[in-house]
C-alpha cells in the first residue's frame, strides 16, 4: 500500500462506516493496484514510498484491468473496479487530481445468472436437520448435552437467515439487545451501517428462546458477552464458521446441491414473492437500496412459472 491508499481506507472505516469484509476487499484491490502502477514506474520514493496518483492515466488502469483478465472472473473484475473508481472519486474530492481517470474505463460484460434459491420442502429439510441426533453410544453420548446446546443454536441461526432474509454479516453481528422477542422482530446492520428492522417469525422466535435458555453454556471469561451467536470458545460467530456449521446440516439433509447462507436470502425473497408479496416491501425486508436489484427474483418466479406451464398445459409441449 502506499500513503493515500491507506489514508483511504481509514475514510472508508471513519467517515462511511464500512464494514471489515469491505474494507478487506478494497484493501487487496488497491494493493494490486499499487502493485502495478510501481512497475510502471510511477512510484516516488521519500520516507514513506508512495504513488504520484497525479501521473496516473487511463491507459494506466486499462493495462492494469487487461492483466486481470487471465485470472479474475468478469465479476471480480467489476468489484475491483467499483473500488478503483471510488479511490478515485476521493482523490479527486480532496484536490489530489483534477478529473478521475478511472471514471470511463470499460466494465466488462457478465452473464446475467438468476439468482440461486432452494424449493420450500428443501428449505424445510434444512431447517430440521439439526433436530436429528449425531451419536448415541460412547463418547457420543457423554457429549450428548454439548451437541444438543450446538443443535439449538444451528437451528436457530437458520431460522433467522431464512426467516428474515438476512445477510451472513448481518447475522453474525446481531448482539443480544437487537433482539425484540415480544415484538417480532430484530434490529440489523446492513451495507454502510444503514439499520433495518426484520420480522423474528413464530418458528424462529421460538427456536430464539430454546437456544438463549442454553447460551450460557457457551460463554467464557473474557468471551463476547454481547453476541448473540456464540461459538464454544465464548466469542462471536465468523462467517466462516456460519458457513462450515451451514455444511454440515446440508450433508445431514442428505441436500444435492451447494448452500451457502446468500442462498437461504434469496430463498427467503423467492418465496415471499411467490407467495404474493408486494416487490417494495421484499425490497425494504432486504434492505436493498434500489429496487432493481430486487426485481432480479422476478425472473426467477417467471422461470418458476413457465415450468408449471410446461409441463401442466395440454398446448405447451409440442406435436
Same mark, same amino acid.
Given at each position: 500500500?502506499?500513503?493515500?491508499?491507506?489514508?483511504f481506507?481509514?475514510?472508508?472505516?471513519?467517515? /462511511?462506516? *464500512?464494514?471489515?469484509?469491505? #474494507? /478487506?476487499?478494497?484493501?487487496?484491490d488497491?494493493?494490486?493496484? #499499487?502493485?502495478?502502477?510501481? =512497475?510502471?514506474?510511477?512510484?516516488v520514493?521519500?520516507?514513506?514510498?508512495?504513488?504520484? &496518483?497525479?501521473r496516473?492515466?487511463?491507459?494506466?488502469?486499462?493495462?492494469?484491468?487487461?492483466?486481470?483478465?487471465? *485470472?479474475?472472473?468478469?465479476?471480480?473484475?467489476?468489484?475491483?473496479?467499483?473500488?478503483?473508481?471510488?479511490f478515485?472519486?476521493w482523490?479527486?474530492?480532496?484536490?489530489?487530481?483534477?478529473?478521475?481517470?478511472?471514471?470511463?474505463?470499460?466494465?466488462?460484460?457478465?452473464?446475467?445468472?438468476?439468482?440461486?434459491?432452494?424449493?420450500? %420442502?428443501?428449505?424445510?429439510?434444512l431447517?430440521?436437520?439439526?433436530?436429528?441426533?449425531?451419536?448415541?453410544?460412547?463418547?457420543?453420548?457423554?457429549?450428548?448435552?454439548? =451437541?444438543?446446546?450446538?443443535?439449538?443454536? %444451528?437451528?436457530?441461526?437458520?431460522?433467522?437467515?431464512?426467516?428474515?432474509g438476512?445477510?451472513?454479516?448481518?447475522?453474525?453481528?446481531?448482539?443480544?439487545?437487537?433482539?425484540d422477542?415480544?415484538?417480532?422482530?430484530?434490529?440489523?446492520?446492513?451495507?454502510?451501517g444503514k439499520?433495518?428492522?426484520?420480522?423474528?417469525?413464530?418458528?424462529?422466535?421460538?427456536?430464539?428462546e430454546?437456544?438463549l435458555?442454553?447460551?450460557?453454556?457457551?460463554?467464557?471469561?473474557?468471551?463476547?458477552?454481547?453476541?448473540?451467536? @456464540?461459538?464454544?470458545?465464548?466469542?462471536? +460467530?465468523?462467517?466462516?464458521q456460519?458457513a462450515?456449521? @451451514?455444511?454440515? &446440516?446440508?450433508r445431514?439433509?442428505?441436500?444435492?446441491?451447494? #448452500?451457502?447462507?446468500?442462498v437461504?436470502?434469496?430463498?427467503f425473497?423467492?418465496h415471499?414473492?411467490?407467495?404474493?408479496?408486494? +416487490?417494495?416491501?421484499i425490497?425494504?425486508l432486504?434492505?436493498?437500496?434500489?429496487?432493481?436489484?430486487?426485481?432480479?427474483?422476478?425472473?426467477?418466479?417467471?422461470?418458476?412459472?413457465?415450468?408449471?406451464?410446461?409441463?401442466?398445459h395440454?398446448?405447451?409441449?409440442?406435436?
Amino acid at each position: 500500500m502506499d500513503s493515500r491508499s491507506e489514508e483511504f481506507l481509514e475514510h472508508l472505516v471513519r467517515d /462511511r462506516a *464500512s464494514s471489515p469484509q469491505t #474494507v /478487506r476487499a478494497y484493501r487487496g484491490d488497491l494493493n494490486q493496484l #499499487v502493485s502495478c502502477l510501481r =512497475e510502471a514506474g510511477l512510484e516516488v520514493g521519500g520516507e514513506v514510498e508512495s504513488i504520484e &496518483w497525479a501521473r496516473v492515466s487511463k491507459l494506466h488502469l486499462r493495462s492494469f484491468v487487461a492483466s486481470l483478465h487471465a *485470472s479474475h472472473s468478469p465479476a471480480t473484475i467489476m468489484r475491483k473496479l467499483a473500488a478503483i473508481r471510488t479511490f478515485f472519486r476521493w482523490l479527486v474530492r480532496e484536490g489530489d487530481l483534477d478529473a478521475n481517470p478511472a471514471a470511463l474505463l470499460a466494465t466488462p460484460k457478465q452473464p446475467k445468472r438468476l439468482p440461486r434459491a432452494l424449493n420450500v %420442502d428443501d428449505v424445510f429439510t434444512l431447517i430440521e436437520a439439526p433436530r436429528a441426533r449425531v451419536g448415541s453410544t460412547g463418547k457420543a453420548k457423554a457429549r450428548a448435552g454439548a =451437541e444438543d446446546t450446538l443443535r439449538l443454536r %444451528d437451528r436457530a441461526i437458520l431460522e433467522v437467515l431464512y426467516g428474515g432474509g438476512l445477510r451472513v454479516s448481518e447475522l453474525v453481528g446481531l448482539s443480544l439487545g437487537d433482539l425484540d422477542l415480544p415484538g417480532g422482530v430484530a434490529r440489523v446492520r446492513g451495507k454502510g451501517g444503514k439499520e433495518r428492522l426484520v420480522p423474528i417469525g413464530g418458528k424462529a422466535r421460538a427456536a430464539l428462546e430454546a437456544y438463549l435458555d442454553r447460551r450460557s453454556k457457551f460463554e467464557r471469561p473474557g468471551g463476547d458477552h454481547e453476541a448473540l451467536f @456464540l461459538g464454544l470458545e465464548g466469542t462471536r +460467530l465468523s462467517s466462516r464458521q456460519i458457513a462450515r456449521r @451451514l455444511d454440515r &446440516w446440508v450433508r445431514v439433509a442428505a441436500l444435492s446441491r451447494n #448452500v451457502s447462507p446468500h442462498v437461504l436470502r434469496h430463498s427467503f425473497a423467492t418465496h415471499l414473492l411467490a407467495g404474493g408479496a408486494d +416487490l417494495r416491501a421484499i425490497q425494504e425486508l432486504l434492505g436493498h437500496r434500489s429496487l432493481s436489484t430486487t426485481q432480479r427474483y422476478t425472473h426467477v418466479t417467471i422461470e418458476q412459472l413457465l415450468k408449471i406451464y410446461d409441463d401442466a398445459h395440454p398446448r405447451a409441449r409440442g406435436a
